[in-house]
């Protein structure tokens, strides 16, 4: 598990623990689009369940680009996880995910991740990442580049 290099500015409580929070009280981080953010919490609250073979599927297409093996040992942060299905697509293959995203979609993360230690679940945004550089092995971040306002910063 990789360190947090900040304290939590807060925390969101669920049935299922806790979820360290990084987001700013204000929501003053300048290059998120907020009404999007919120969207999509309420789209993954929705739809926030998928079928094995659906996950495998998918996965398989997104990711067979990377060999197995190099995977193996990968500590990993998938930024903008939403539901959590790209996770649960690799968990099973890398060492360690850290599933961030700004939204509370994090609570579907959580509930699609429980079953699985290698995972830890962190509210927070691409601009405040609560990581030192150079902490993971690999970022994947699908389907989250448009949404970001200003990708050059």
């Known amino acids: 598990m990789v360190s947090y290099k900040d304290t939590p500015s807060s925390e969101i409580k669920t049935k299922l623990g806790i979820i360290p929070s990084f987001i ?3 929501k003053s981080d300048q290059n998120i689009d907020w009404k999007t953010v919120d969207s999509f919490s309420s789209e993954w609250e ?12 998918i996965g398989n297409d997104y990711f067979d680009i ?19 299905r790209w ?3 690799l968990v099973d293959k890398v060492k360690f995910i850290e599933a961030v995203d700004p939204s509370n979609s994090v609570i579907s993360a959580q509930n699609m991740l429980i ?3 290698n995972t ?3 509210q927070a945004s691409v601009e405040n990442l609560p990581f030192e550089e150079k902490s993971f092995d690999m970022v ?5 580049l448009h949404h ?6």
């Open 24 to 26: 700013k009280i204000d």
């Open 46 to 57: 929705k739809f926030d369940s998928f079928s094995e073979d659906e996950i495998a599927q």
């Open 66 to 84: 990377l060999p197995e093996e190099k995977l193996q040992n990968s500590i990993v942060l998938d930024m903008g996880c939403g539901s959590g």
């Open 87 to 89: 996770s649960k697509y």
């Open 115 to 117: 079953d699985h230690k």
């Open 120 to 122: 830890r679940i962190t």
């Open 140 to 144: 994947i971040s699908l389907g989250v």
């Open 148 to 153: 970001i306002p200003d990708t050059k910063t």
